[in-house]
């Protein structure tokens, strides 16, 4: 079946503008996942999402980000008044059981 | 909270060797630990896992070893092959949210 799909897998944004990435988990998964990684990094917990229950928002690094998840499938992530220390590249998982989680392909977001 | 340690950050082994990556993991209460591989541009993929009810479990030519006692697991990659090079990430869980390694880039010489 299909897997995590992202959208857009690149963005080139100026500073100060909004953006916003989405991500369409794998149908009938009820966990999903934002991460940030840098170049050459590791993998930098967003924020998590399970079935109907308040996210945790807890790994947002401030509050220009913000996350949604509608209807318990697609999700947004938005990112106001972008920085340039905002690049790199932002991973969406999904799991089922809070297990394997599957990963999109991620957006690769530039700030110029 | 909990923490995981990797080391180490960069592995060189010959074509044929094996590799072997550590991880550290701070809460005992952790029960699940996922070993994940990322080739160069790609997304991170699963390549095994190990629950705390067990030491070891293997895959082919993957191991993944667990002591709870000492709060540490292992990733044992044998008779290595050039498409090995990639970045393993190695995490640990008690609930929803895993905790990631920072990451061991493995290169396989020829």
């Known amino acids: 079946g299909a897997g995590v799909s992202q959208s857009p897998s690149n963005k080139v944004t100026e500073k100060g503008k909004d953006v916003e990435l989405r991500c369409d988990p794998i149908s009938g998964h009820t966990a999903l996942y934002w991460y940030r990684q840098s170049l050459g990094q590791g993998l930098e917990f967003l924020i998590y999402f399970q079935g109907n229950s308040a996210p945790d928002k807890s790994g947002l690094p401030s509050d220009r980000f913000s996350a949604e998840r509608t209807g318990g499938s697609v999700s947004t992530l938005t990112i106001q008044r972008t920085q340039q220390e905002d690049s790199a590249v932002y991973l969406c998982a999904s799991s089922h059981n809070a297990d394997e989680q599957y990963f999109g392909p991620g957006t690769r977001l530039t700030v110029t | 909270g909990e923490n995981v340690e990797q080391h180490p950050s960069t592995l060189s082994v010959q074509e044929g060797d094996s590799a072997v990556i550590k991880c550290t993991y701070s809460?005992?209460?952790?029960?699940?630990f996922p070993w994940y591989k990322q080739e160069l541009g790609k997304r991170p993929q699963l390549i095994i896992d190990i629950r705390s009810n067990v030491g070891e479990k293997k895959d082919q030519r993957i191991a993944v070893t667990l002591n709870k006692t000492a709060k540490h697991f292992s990733l044992h990659i044998t008779e290595t092959q050039p498409e090995d090079s990639a970045v393993y990430f190695c995490?640990?869980?008690?609930?929803?949210?895993?905790?990631w390694g920072a990451g061991t880039k493995l290169i396989i010489k020829p």
């Open positions: 809460d005992s209460a952790s029960n699940y």
């Open positions: 995490a640990a869980s008690r609930d929803y949210q895993l905790i």
